[in-house]
């Protein structure tokens, strides 16, 4: 069953068609994930789901609710972290989560258990007595998620909720996520710019000038690319870069620090290996996986190829 | 030979009560892309700031280009480029005259420079456009662009590739690398971990202190002690922890959809490693050796 269920969102802010017929549709238990620059429309399309802003086209379904219609319905379904989302910093952890409980209705009896429950779940159990001006970044944030999950929601947007912070943080925060939606089989929304992150969702959507250019399981939008990277260890990977780019039957070549990324136009990847070991013998070339960058980047050539503006 | 540009010698800021920075040293040679790696609010910027002079250390000191950082530092900006996060462009002038702008605070007059300037970042073709209506690849494009018009020896960039795409931030990159070459020593501020490993160099800060500062490869040979093997398995939490009530294993990560495991070989070889995972009801296990990050590094030192 889809807890989230959109069609065709559009959102307009003056001339910029900031979401330009988002359609997503993400069923209990699945990590969905928008990848894209800043400027791409995630923030956006998270604000419609929440209701934070009135689509020009297409709605919104939380749990079968319509978000304009039934807002009420809806909203109790939904917890949300947004980017900047606003601790009390001179009250107490405690007071700060009791503080989102009883703005969502639960009552003191409800609350304390759950609060408890949350805090010791994201490892503030023994934090709750200080005062949230003086948490670090990572715990503002994992307080921030416990306070998000106060009222059981079955639909969990994130927005951006590891940008900026270290990556000790970044592997606690995704180890929550993932755990929780595994015991409480929620809907989740999350948004990221780190292509490493994104390969830790179900599914995600590739998010670019408002719209969702590719979408699927990392598995399936890597598999696009299935045998079309070749890896070059080089010494000198600018010099380099230019020649390999005009290489016969190579479409694009990008430097990785030492190592060069060729992508081969399809089905050309044997013969490409062979000419490339013939000419260049000092440097080690070997056919690897494609990263979810690599699909990101050939996706984005394609589109711009087609017309579509740049960023 | 080497030549050391830039030192900085228990270097340290305090705003009140709060240390931004503490104590730290190090060195950055003629030629380096030096990667400067942190969270947010770590102090990576409070950093550059002191050694471009525009904050006074609390304690100890930074020399640039044999400059002391704060008491010449006209010297400095003179010889140094900066572009920070949020850098200022005039969206009503067209990109040439933003350019041109700039460059008259420098007093460069010379209106070839400001032709090489555009060509170097890519802007030529774009010298007339109103800068309003660039994308955030080239606006970022331009701003490197005015970092450089007056030929600096030191480009210092903070965390300019926060929040471009992949392709906008790859080509930035090899802009980077092409300026290395052309014998420009680079100082980058980011917390994208991917990017520290195209670096000659990689500093780890987290609190205010430096934790590390060397060679990707020497910094991975220095910390990370162990097997690397990388574990998929149908269910990643359930893996995660059997892997983690293994005796000998120092740590674990998710790598994208994988478990990212260092072992001490010596309490765990593979083959003890591979039958405790695979006695225990898990479903879909397979083992393959994995590939030691600057993440792995980070979370080492860290933890």
Same mark, same amino acid.
Do not use: M, N
């Given at each position: 069953m889809n807890l989230i269920e959109t069609s065709g969102l559009v959102k307009r802010f003056n001339d910029l068609? #900031? =979401?330009?017929?988002v359609s997503l549709n993400v069923p209990q238990g699945e990590i969905f994930g928008l990848v %894209?620059?800043? %400027? #791409?429309?995630k923030t956006t399309t998270l604000r419609l789901l929440v209701g934070a802003l009135r689509p020009d086209e297409g709605d919104v379904q939380i749990c079968g609710h319509d978000?304009? $219609?039934q807002t009420d319905q809806a909203r109790e379904k939904i917890g949300y972290l947004s980017q900047r989302f606003s601790l009390?910093?001179?009250? $107490?952890v405690l007071e700060n989560i009791r503080f989102f409980a009883e703005v969502r209705g639960l009552e003191l009896k409800d609350w304390k258990p759950r609060c408890m429950e949350l805090l010791s779940f994201v490892g503030l159990q023994n934090f709750t007595?200080?005062? #949230?001006?003086?948490?670090?970044g990572g715990m503002k944030q994992k307080l921030g998620l416990a306070a998000a999950l106060v009222s059981r929601p079955q639909v969990l947007l994130l927005d951006?909720? $590891?940008?900026? =912070?270290d990556p000790a943080t970044r592997q606690d925060f995704w180890q929550l996520i993932i755990r929780i939606v595994g015991n409480e089989g929620m809907a989740v929304v999350i948004t990221t710019p780190y292509m490493d992150e994104a390969a830790r969702c179900n599914r995600l959507g590739f998010m670019r000038s408002g719209r969702i250019i590719a979408e699927g399981s990392p598995t399936q939008l890597r598999g696009r690319?299935?045998?079309r990277i070749l890896e070059v260890q080089t010494t000198s990977p600018i010099r380099l870069v230019e020649s390999m780019k005009d290489f016969? %039957? =190579?479409e694009d070549a990008r430097a990785f620090g030492d190592k060069l990324h060729l992508r081969v136009q399809p089905g050309k990847s044997d013969r490409v290996l062979k000419n490339l070991k013939r000419e260049h013998c000092k440097e080690v070339i070997r056919p690897i996986p494609a990263t979810l960058e690599d699909v990101f980047i050939s996706l984005t050539q394609n589109s711009d190829k087609e017309g579509a503006p740049h960023d | 030979m080497t030549e050391t540009l830039v030192v900085a010698k228990d270097l340290t800021r305090r705003f009140g009560d709060f240390?931004? /920075?503490?104590h730290i040293n190090f060195e950055v040679q003629a030629g380096e892309i030096v990667g400067y790696l942190g969270p947010n609010g770590c102090g990576k910027t409070t950093t550059i700031r002191m050694l471009l002079g525009l904050l006074e250390p609390s304690e100890g000191s930074a020399s640039v280009l044999g400059y002391d950082a704060f008491h010449q530092t006209e010297e400095v900006r003179a010889r140094c480029g900066y572009m920070s996060q949020k850098f200022a462009l005039y969206?009503? &002038?067209t990109v040439l005259e933003n350019l041109a702008f700039y460059a008259g605070v420098y007093s460069? *007059?010379?209106?070839n420079r400001i032709t090489q300037t555009l060509e170097l970042v890519g802007l030529k073709e774009r010298q *007339?456009?109103?800068?309003? !209506? &660039?994308?955030a690849g080239w606006r970022q494009r331009l701003a490197l662009g005015i970092a450089l018009v007056h030929h600096p020896r030191i480009l210092f960039l903070d965390e300019?590739?926060?929040? /471009?795409d992949p392709v906008a931030r790859r080509e930035f990159w090899d802009l980077i690398y092409g300026l290395a070459q052309g014998g420009v020593t680079i100082f980058i501020t980011t917390h994208y971990m991917d990017e520290a490993e195209y670096c000659s160099k990689v500093g780890l800060m987290k609190d205010g202190r430096l934790l590390a500062m060397d060679q990707p490869t020497r910094l991975k040979k220095t910390y990370i002690k162990g097997d690397i093997w990388d574990v998929a398995a149908e269910n990643l939490m359930a893996a995660i922890d059997k892997v983690n009530s293994?005796?000998? /294993?120092l740590q674990t990560s998710l790598l994208g959809d994988l478990v990212h495991v260092l072992v001490d070989p010596k309490i765990c070889p593979r083959h003890k490693f591979e039958r405790q995972l695979k006695t225990n !009801? &898990?479903?879909g296990v397979k083992i393959t050796p994995g590939e030691p990050s600057l993440e792995d590094v980070f979370m080492g030192l860290t933890r």
């Open positions: 068609t #900031a =979401v330009d017929g %894209g620059s800043d %400027g #791409a429309g978000i304009l $219609t009390y910093e001179d009250l $107490t007595e200080r005062k #949230a001006g003086q948490l670090s951006e909720p $590891t940008t900026g =912070v690319l299935e045998g016969p %039957g =190579v | 240390i931004a /920075v503490d969206d009503e &002038l460069i *007059k010379d209106k *007339k456009e109103i800068t309003a !209506g &660039l994308s300019t590739t926060s929040g /471009v293994i005796p000998g /294993v !009801g &898990l479903r």
